[in-house]
């Protein structure tokens, strides 16, 4: 062969390869060299409910890496309500809430959530994710300002990217950078958002600042409560409630794969946003209308709550218990204040590893590193339902204690 050829074909070859989409992936070794270890704390298989106690691999571990706070998910109620649902309904609706797949149930749900939230209207949404997209993609537009929390959920950091507004984040619960930001575009409509519980922190936003510099100058405010509905509040409606402020915010979302008990995602507010949200939401239109159990689930859920005022109390019992558990152990729970506690390691793999110890030791507990954490901030992020007994949550904080001292931690 000629060797003009030779090289010409050689050359290709290495344009080919480094022209490949899927180089990426062949060079994404990070998360195989933990599974090489041992340490790979991801997409474990649970073969039960999400109850205080799961079982994985065949044996039973303490749960306390799951968000069903108030310990719903498994409840007789809400398990009958949706299989009574199906029984009516069906699997599925088969079409977007816009055109064939608007049961009766939903508007009825959306009624009902309203009334909760102490809102005019609600929009359901198959998935708490599409929620913000939808939301916020179609409120903000090309003269708008968006202006967002560093640590918000990545649902909100993407809502925003599909928005044509322009979007600003501020420094975590930092007022005074927010309020810097929203005197360079005192001139646009601007719209807030920020999480009630940052979901990896644990800490509550400061509300009432964000509320007193939105009334200042003229700018909305947006809530994603996903943390905070059923955890917050005297009746469990959320950081708003929590603060006094349901009249003040002009938008609260929320998620039903927490407290809620099952899967899809809600926005509450005014009539005519609700309505506007409505026609312009691509994440809602051009999606299938959630499922008739799901409904089903979250409808009685709500009920539950509103009946049993206990299993807020409890989880508060239950969350108290904890913090100070931990602190007193010597560990770093950051700036926590509710059923979401970080224990902070800083290194990914020393995070990586305690993960693994405390397995053994049959806790279940999530491991979060950059970037759903900052760099050097790795964490083990634990969470608390109501259902949880005494006894086992001091089986968690003796695990962590052994493991605490083993790795040098505490």
């Known amino acids: ?67 069903n ?3 719903l998910t498994n409840h007789p109620r809400v398990k009958e309500a949706a299989i009574e649902a199906v029984r009516k309904y069906g699997s599925g609706c088969a079409g977007s809430r816009f055109l064939s797949g608007t049961l009766d149930i939903h508007v009825e749900l959306e009624k009902k959530l309203a009334r909760f939230m102490r809102k005019e209207a609600v929009l359901v949404f198959s998935t708490g994710f599409q929620t913000n997209l939808g939301v916020i993609a179609s409120l903000a537009g090309k003269d708008d300002i968006v202006l967002i929390d560093k640590m918000n959920h990545a649902s909100i950091i993407d809502g925003c990217r599909l928005s044509f507004g322009e979007i600003k984040k501020y420094k975590h619960n930092d007022i005074e950078d927010l309020e810097r930001l929203i005197q360079q575009y005192n001139d646009k409509a601007k719209l807030i958002i920020v999480d009630g519980v940052f979901s990896m922190e644990g800490d509550i936003v ?45 938008l609260i979302m929320g998620t039903y794969s927490k407290s809620l008990a099952s899967i899809g995602g809600f926005i509450a507010g005014s009539n005519e946003v609700i309505h506007y949200i409505k026609h312009f939401a691509r994440a809602f239109i051009f999606s299938a209308s959630p499922p008739p159990a799901s409904v089903a689930s979250v409808s009685a859920a709500i009920d539950i709550i509103e009946e049993e005022p206990e299993r807020i109390e409890r989880l508060w019992h239950n969350t108290k218990k904890m913090l100070s558990g931990f602190k007193a152990l010597g560990f770093d729970t950051g700036a926590s204040e509710t059923p979401i506690i970080p224990v902070i390691v800083g290194d990914d793999m020393k995070a990586f590893t305690m993960a693994r110890m405390l397995h053994d030791r049959g806790v279940f507990a999530n491991v979060a590193v950059s970037p759903a954490v900052p760099n050097g901030k790795a964490l083990i992020r634990t969470s608390y339902m109501a259902t ?13 204690e052994e493991v605490g001292k083993i790795l040098g931690i505490i």
Do not use: W
């Open 1 to 67: 062969m000629d060797s003009r050829l030779v090289q010409d074909t050689q050359m290709a070859l290495k344009n080919h390869k480094e022209a490949d989409i899927f180089e990426k992936c062949r060079r994404f070794t990070a998360a195989k060299e933990i599974m090489d270890a041992g340490i790979y704390p991801y997409f474990r298989m649970i073969e039960s409910a999400q109850d205080p106690e799961v079982v994985v691999g065949g044996r039973k571990m303490i749960m306390i890496g799951s968000n």
């Open 69 to 71: 706070y108030l310990g």
């Open 206 to 250: 400061a509300l009432p600042e964000v509320v007193r510099l939105a009334k200042k100058y003229g700018t909305r405010v947006m809530v994603d409560d996903a943390h905070g509905i059923g955890v917050l509040g005297r009746t469990g409606r959320g950081t708003s409630e929590h603060f006094g402020l349901e009249d003040e915010v002009d």
């Open 388 to 400: 949880h007994s005494d006894e086992q949550l001091d089986k968690v904080l003796k695990a962590f």
